[in-house]
């Protein structure tokens, strides 16, 4: 099964918002949390960090969407949100979460399957 799932993608317009969830499986939501947060590609681009809410709670934004986005809800048994506001094209991109645990034997990430974010006119 899916340890993670993103839902909240969909067509914008430049100026909207959209709010992102991420939401663990009973699988993993007894797993030792440790950093937790959101990437995004887009096509023929790399794969970019977002956002991340560290162990002890810091965030960090890449720069293209400082002042815009906003990481909240660290947790696997609670969901984990991107609040996403003014949205541009260039913020058209597959948003994922993912989830660092550190389980039974060892450190283990897991990821969402993705749900895609279009900025149009």
């Known amino acids: 099964q899916v340890q993670l799932e993103e839902s909240g993608g969909g067509l914008v317009q430049p100026g909207g918002s959209l709010k992102l969830s991420c939401a663990a499986s009973?699988?993993?939501?007894?797993?030792?949390?440790?950093?937790m947060g959101w990437y995004r590609q887009a096509p023929g681009n790399e794969r970019e960090l977002v956002s991340r809410i560290s162990r002890n709670g810091s965030t960090i934004y890449a720069d293209s969407v400082k002042g815009r986005f906003t990481i909240s809800g660290r947790s696997l048994e609670n969901p984990m949100y991107l609040q996403m506001n003014n949205l541009r094209p260039e913020d058209t991109a597959v948003y994922f979460c993912?989830?660092?645990?550190?389980?039974?034997?060892?450190?283990?990430?897991?990821w969402g399957q993705g749900t895609p974010v279009t900025v149009f006119s």
């Open positions: 993912y989830a660092t645990v550190q389980g039974p034997f060892d450190t283990r990430t897991f």
């Open positions: 009973r699988d993993i939501i007894f797993f030792r949390l440790n950093d």
